[in-house]
């Protein structure tokens, strides 16, 4: 039996730019990220991504994971 053949997938190579900066400073200056911007705290290794509207500390805090664990 033959294998199903798998369609070929075009790929792109983008870069990303994140925006980092200290916990502090985050709150401090609050700003409102642009949609699916990406804000990270350099000294908590929390990010948050924005919609645009709310501003930063009204943002669900994200923790980066160790892709190790379970």
């Keep these: 039996m033959a294998l199903p053949k798998i369609p070929r997938v075009k790929t792109a190579h983008v870069d990303v730019l994140v925006r980092r900066d200290t916990a502090a400073r985050w709150e ?32 669900k805090p994200y923790r980066k994971t160790n892709d190790n664990q379970n």
């Excluded at 929390?46 to 645009?52: A, K, L, V």
């Design 28 to 59: 401090e200056v609050n700003p409102v990220l642009e949609a699916d911007e990406i804000g990270y705290e350099t000294d908590t290794d929390i990010f948050r991504i924005g919609d645009g509207i709310r501003e930063w500390v009204d943002l």
